[in-house]
Nanobody
Framework: QLQASGGGLVQAGGSLRLSCIAS??????????MAWFRQAPGKEREFVAR????????HHADSVKDRFTISRDNAKNTVYLRMDSLKPEDTGVYYC????????????????????WGQGTQVTVSS
């Protein structure tokens, strides 16, 4: 089970940090690649960032590169998304997702490639 939190209402240029805690069965947290996706109203769910099982490798979508940072703490079974310089177009529901760690490449950036999903947390950026 994945539980996302940390969303809220923030002004453009502000920052938020999202957290996603993994619990229950399904395997050791450190054996999964973790990712964040987001979905704006009326739009498809889009990839935001992905991190390898020990945090050595990360990949961020071009739209968030240099503004968002994905990280993880395996001791806490938690993945984070630090979001800086937020823009109104970053508004949406943010979801964490997990995929068993097999091959880092190619980068999986499609929702169907992930096996487990959190319930989502709303991020609203006002202009």
């Amino acid at each position: 089970q994945l539980q996302a939190s940390g969303g809220g209402l923030v002004q453009a240029g502000g920052s938020l940090r999202l957290s996603c805690i993994a619990s229950g069965g399904g395997g050791t947290f450190g054996s999964f690649y973790m990712a964040w996706f987001r979905q704006a109203p009326g739009k498809e769910r889009e990839f935001v960032a992905r991190i390898s099982q020990y945090g050595v490798s990360t990949h961020h979508a071009d739209s968030v590169k240099d503004r968002f940072t994905i990280s993880r703490d395996n001791a806490k079974n938690t993945v984070y998304l630090r979001m800086d310089s937020l823009k109104p177009e970053d508004t949406g529901v943010y979801y964490c997702a997990a995929e068993p760690a097999t091959s880092w490449l190619p980068i999986h950036d499609r929702p169907y490639e992930y096996d487990y999903w959190g319930q989502g947390t709303q991020v609203t950026v006002s202009s």
